[in-house]
């Protein structure tokens, strides 16, 4: 494989290594692309028919909504219902009478073009929400200036691609947005490496769907777009015009890791079943229903722990009952019967997240985390409960308890369950 690649790129004679941290693992050997967002600027020009250019902002706005309900459904298929929502907000973002009402007033009042009144608006909602104290309005900067950047191509006819080449490629970015990634054609994508990022991030749930690795939080230069590169997932590392015997060490390696899936895969539809002739299960574990079609495709018997607090760490807000509702119900329907089991929300510890504010501890592994800060935070622990039992219509659902401490979290729990059911009854 690599004697094919010698003419066209020839390992560095000084090899670059570049470190971050892995979110999923693997190897990958192929060109890098550096992916730079496209944001050209935009010229003011002046406009005599007004009504006519207010007429092009509202089509382009149409277009753009029409565009995020594709990449909505798009999504759901790919990464579930909670991901997908971000759509879903944009298209509200556009309709937002604030952000209208300022752009047809600039065309109308200054006689400017609609891509200048686009941008500039953007520019001073971003900066706006930007400046707020509230975590949860600050996110909302980056939205805008997204939402406004796809108006803004649309008016100037710009098409919204990521990747335009035929060869697959290690994709290096400053980050990824949602719309970003979904809109990638897959099948071109060796790796993700990422400057900034979360092991949480859009990014990274998507490379592990999509089982390819991925690296965030790494340093890389603009001038390694082009060049020969290794990105290995499990060490957290890539490698820029690495030398002849880092390539033939990887490709052994990346040979062994294939040979070894593919000894794997022979195993797909057999029984468990040990020399002493017992028979075992073995489930899968998922952070979120796009995990789902992994675990079918390596023939999981069930799902023996959802990680809940995936939906609760995505999101700036308690995810709503009829959001956790529509990912139970998706999971419990794709395993068609098989057993889910279905952690309850387990915070605390290494996993913070924005929608709950938490004191620190000195020791947060064994204190206050799961249980008992559902057991405390009982309104919302019903939200989850409910959600979880009508998705049980579905599937072949079970819950599970983390991290308890005592008898009386478990009796304290069903009683609370017992609870959730009666008012549901009712």
Do not use: W
């Not at 018997?301 to 990680?307: A, K, M, S």
């Not at 929300?345 to 501890?361: A, F, P, Q, T, V």
């Amino acid at each position: 494989m690599y004697e094919e690649r010698e003419g066209l790129i020839q390992p560095g004679e000084s090899m670059q290594e570049l470190k971050g941290k892995s979110v999923f693992g693997g190897i990958a050997i192929g060109r890098i692309s550096v992916y730079n967002k496209d944001e050209s600027t935009v010229k003011r020009v002046k406009i005599e028919d007004t009504a006519a250019e207010v007429k092009r902002f509202e089509e382009a706005k149409e277009t753009a909504k029409e565009q995020l309900q594709a990449l909505y459904e798009k999504a759901l298929v790919e990464v579930g219902e909670v991901n997908a929502m971000i759509f879903d907000v944009h298209q509200m973002m556009l309709d937002d009478l604030d952000y209208v009402e300022a752009i047809t007033h600039m065309i109308e009042n200054q006689g400017i073009n609609a891509e200048y009144a686009v941008a500039t608006t953007g520019d001073n909602f971003s900066n706006m929400f930007a400046a707020m104290d509230d975590d949860y309005m600050k996110a909302r900067a980056a939205d805008v200036k997204d939402i406004s950047n796809r108006v803004v191509k649309i008016l100037q006819g710009k098409k919204d691609s990521v990747l335009d080449g035929d060869e697959p490629v290690i994709l290096l970015a400053d980050d990824l947005a949602p719309s970003e990634t979904v809109q990638l054609d897959k099948s071109k994508v060796l790796a993700f490496v990422t400057r900034h990022g979360s092991t949480n991030s859009h990014t990274a749930i998507l490379a592990r769907t999509m089982n390819i690795p991925a690296l965030i939080g790494v340093k890389f230069e603009e001038n390694v777009d082009g060049r020969f590169a290794i990105v290995d997932g499990y060490n957290g590392s890539v490698y820029v015009e690495p030398t002849d015997d880092v390539v033939k060490e990887y490709e052994s390696k990346k040979q062994e890791a294939e040979e070894k899936k593919r000894l794997l895969q022979e195993l797909k539809g057999k029984e468990n079943i040990t020399l002493d002739g017992k028979k075992i299960k073995l489930y899968a574990n998922i952070g979120g229903v796009a995990d789902v079609a992994s675990a079918l495709q390596n023939d999981a018997e069930g799902i023996g722990l959802f990680r809940s607090e995936f939906l609760y760490l995505e999101s700036n807000t308690f995810p709503t009952e009829e959001e956790q509702f529509q990912a139970y119900k998706t999971v419990a329907e794709n395993m068609a019967g098989k057993k889910v089991i279905i952690r309850t929300l387990d915070i605390g510890g290494d996993k913070h997240c924005d929608c709950l504010s938490l004191e620190e501890e000195d020791n947060p592994f064994l204190g206050f985390r799961a249980i008992r800060i559902c057991l405390q935070q009982k309104d919302m622990f019903k939200v989850q409960l409910r959600s979880i039992l009508r998705a049980g219509l579905y599937g072949k659902l079970a819950i599970m308890i983390p991290m308890v401490t005592m008898l009386s979290e478990i009796l304290e729990t069903k009683q609370l369950i017992e609870e959730v059911k009666e008012e549901m009854r009712k």
